[in-house]
């Protein structure tokens, strides 16, 4: 694993002190990681909307959609209780 060193005024580094003890980190590494864990999901997740804002829309979400949805989760249960 690598080290990384970061400056921070000491309002910032109460508030991760304060995080740590709060919410039950060992260390203040392990507050930054998960942290910088979630803004790497954020920005998955910000990319995949944006790739399925550019896509070509399909045909329409409405009733009868998702009644074949729940169709084919009832096969797929009949399906594997049958094993």
């Known amino acids: 694993m690598s080290t990384m060193n970061i400056s921070l005024p000491d309002s910032l580094?109460?508030?991760?002190?304060?995080?740590v003890s709060q919410r039950g980190y060992g260390t203040s590494s392990e507050y930054v990681r998960e942290l910088i864990r979630k803004d790497?999901?954020?920005?998955?997740?910000?990319n995949l909307l944006l790739a399925g804002a550019a896509s070509t829309p399909t045909a329409?979400?409405?009733?009868?959609?998702f009644e074949g949805l729940r169709q084919r989760v009832r096969n797929s249960d009949k399906a594997g209780g049958q094993e």
């Open 60 to 65: 329409p979400a409405d009733a009868s959609y």
């Open 13 to 19: 580094k109460s508030f991760v002190d304060e995080q």
């Open 40 to 46: 790497q999901d954020r920005l998955q997740l910000r």
